[in-house]
């Protein structure tokens, strides 16, 4: 098992520019998450998928889309980057096991935002 | 204001000795907590859980302990090691509905040999 994949692992964009930030999980879980992580900040949630076909804003959806294309895949899109969204991007899975919701995190997305 | 509060300044500890986190809380009431280790570069992975009715709880050389009136959670590692260096993350689920968590921004710890 691969567990929660992420690409690209670094990616350095101009402000303005778009891309997607791809995860995929072979857990069969049906929660999946985007997070970013800034120096100081910690954790935080930009948008959750509880299952298939459903998204949620989290913290701080503002300048982030989702699609949720399936159980296993769950995407992030900047459409016009600004520098403010240089940070690390994390996707995360959670399923059902004990009940307890405990999440397992992709290798990261290091996005640079010139 | 609601606030989840980790000590920012690194702890440095000697290899043998017993390492104490501390995760407090404010304007929460959470079903569980849970730790969280992450190492530089990587993901955060998960190392125990601790639901609102449990006081202790302990895996191997770890110990969490919740105390829901103080609004804080303990996490101590016993004989430290230098590969226990790392930052951890305390993280509230708040009900048993969902699956999302609040993050605390992270402990770094160092143990020396």
């Known amino acids: 098992n691969a567990g929660v994949t992420q690409t690209p692992k670094f990616q350095v964009l101009k402000t303005g520019q778009s891309m997607t930030l791809q995860c995929a999980q072979d857990?069969?879980?049906?929660?999946m998450y985007w997070y970013r992580q800034d120096p100081g900040m910690g954790l935080r949630l930009i948008y959750y998928?509880?299952?298939?076909?459903?998204?949620d804003k989290g913290e701080v959806p503002n300048g982030y889309n989702v699609s949720r294309l399936n159980k296993r895949e769950f995407s992030l899109r900047l459409e016009s980057a600004a520098p403010s969204q240089t940070s690390v991007y994390f996707c995360?899975?959670?399923?059902?096991?004990?009940?307890?919701?405990?999440?397992?995190f992709g290798p990261g997305t290091r996005l640079t935002v010139t | 204001s609601q606030k989840i509060e980790q000590n920012s300044e690194a702890l440095n500890i000697q290899e043998g000795k017993t390492a104490t986190l501390t995760c407090n809380y404010t304007?929460?009431?959470?079903?569980?907590l849970q730790w969280y280790r992450q190492d530089p570069g990587r993901g955060p992975v998960f190392l125990l859980l601790?639901?609102?009715?449990?006081k202790e709880k302990r895996k191997e050389r770890l110990k969490v302990t919740f105390d829901t009136t103080l609004k804080q959670s303990l996490f101590h590692i016993t004989a430290s090691q230098p590969a226990d260096s790392a930052t951890y993350l305390c993280a509230l689920r708040l009900s048993y509905n969902t699956d999302k968590l609040i993050f605390g921004t992270g402990t770094r710890l160092q143990v020396f040999p």
């Open positions: 304007n929460y009431s959470p079903a569980y």
């Open positions: 998928s509880a299952s298939e076909g459903t998204t």
């Open positions: 995360a899975s959670s399923g059902v096991r004990g009940l307890t919701g405990e999440q397992y």
């Open positions: 857990m069969n879980h049906n929660s």
């Open positions: 601790i639901r609102e009715n449990e």
